[in-house]
């Protein structure tokens, strides 16, 4: 139901960081679980990071786990990741979707209601 704009990418260096938002629209936002997905090209979309909608849980993909951190600020409607230590596996593209399941350290999105996502490329 939330539209979802996604922003904050870039060109960085290996070693270096980016904060990447997510500013949504709707009243479901503040009461959803929300998360972070990424595709690289050729590759399949995949799990980045979750957060529950009080920001009492989080869970991290294996590649995100210590140098990615989500947040979110309900009041402004607003999720973030930041991200540190960039590497050039990193280089994708980063979504940010309403989350259904999680399993594991494994979590799928509640719809396929991608939005344009944000272009983060790292450098070597």
């Known amino acids: 139901q939330a539209h979802l704009v996604e922003s904050g990418g870039g060109l960085v260096q290996t070693g270096g960081s980016l904060r990447l938002s997510c500013a949504a629209s709707?009243?479901?936002?503040?009461?959803?679980?929300m998360g972070w997905f990424r595709q690289a090209p050729g590759k399949e979309r995949e799990f980045v990071a979750t957060i529950t909608w009080n920001s009492e849980n989080t869970i991290y993909s294996d590649f995100a786990r210590g140098r990615f951190t989500i947040s979110r600020d309900n009041a402004l409607n607003t999720m973030y990741l930041q991200m540190n230590s960039l590497i050039p596996e990193d280089t994708a593209v980063y979504y940010c979707?309403?989350?259904?399941?999680?399993?594991?350290?494994?979590?799928?999105?509640?719809?396929?209601?991608w939005g344009q996502g944000t272009q983060v490329t790292v450098s070597s």
């Open positions: 709707g009243r479901d936002f503040s009461s959803s679980a």
């Open positions: 979707i309403e989350v259904g399941h999680c399993s594991g350290y494994k979590c799928t999105p509640s719809s396929d209601s």
